[in-house]
């Protein structure tokens, strides 16, 4: 199960940097958002989770923001490893629905 | 915990013929969601049920598409007929529905090439 391919976004950083990965989402009443990672040849997994009563949550090494003002969503991966190369995707959702709306991917590539 | 369990992993078929895809939740999820994953169209959700009632099939593309759920262990999506444009991954994901919504765990996907 290879993820969506050649036209996504890709950032490209060195393996030991710092990677941040935007996401704009469409639904102002929204209010709990889910990072995803996808490797090739796998389903979407589960990254870090975030309700829109917080603006910053935290993992390891991961960090999600969250800017409802302007409905960003941000996630940080500090140090970045070979092993974090993968799309990642943001999903939306609100309280009224059990949908999860996923955005488009971005392709992280970590070269040494 | 075997996590999401899709069959077959690959499919390649041949235009008018039918499909089935199999997958079965992680145990004591009571939600399960199919989803097409495509390059132009992303990650669609297509159907999902909750206690085995399907609730929202609005994604599913046409008629041709089917999908069922006879227990909490067990579900299927069936296109019948398949046509080339069917091609994509297909992905089940399940879930616990508590208070609200929470993490998705997903399958592994079914790549399905109709030719």
């Known amino acids: 199960g290879e993820s969506v391919g050649l036209h996504l976004p890709t950032l490209s950083v060195q393996e030991g940097d710092n990677s941040i990965i935007n996401c704009a989402y469409s639904n102002s009443a929204s209010d709990y958002f889910i990072w995803y990672k996808q490797e090739s040849g796998k389903g979407p997994q589960f990254i870090i989770d975030?309700?829109?009563?917080?603006d910053k949550r935290q993992g390891q090494r991961v960090t999600v923001l969250l800017n409802k003002t302007v409905k960003h969503l941000s996630l940080q991966i500090a140090a970045t490893q070979p092993g974090d190369s993968a799309v990642y995707f943001c999903?939306?959702?609100?309280?009224?629905?059990?949908?999860?709306?996923f955005g488009t991917g971005t392709r992280l590539q970590v070269f040494p | 915990d075997a996590g999401v369990i899709q069959s077959p992993r690959h499919e390649v078929t041949e235009m008018g013929q039918e499909v089935t895809l199999r997958c079965k939740p992680i145990s004591g999820h009571n939600s399960l969601f199919w989803y097409r994953q495509t390059m132009m169209r992303g990650l669609e959700l297509l159907i999902y049920f909750n206690n085995n009632v399907p609730i929202d099939d609005s994604g599913m593309p046409e008629d041709r598409f089917s999908a069922k759920m006879p227990n909490a262990s067990f579900s299927t999506l069936k296109i019948q007929p398949s046509e080339p444009r069917d091609s994509a991954v297909y992905f089940c994901a399940s879930r616990t529905r508590l208070a609200g919504v929470s993490e998705q765990f997903f399958g592994p996907g079914t790549r399905l090439t109709v030719l």
């Open positions: 999903a939306e959702n609100n309280d009224n629905t059990d949908k999860l709306i």
């Open positions: 975030i309700r829109s009563n917080m």
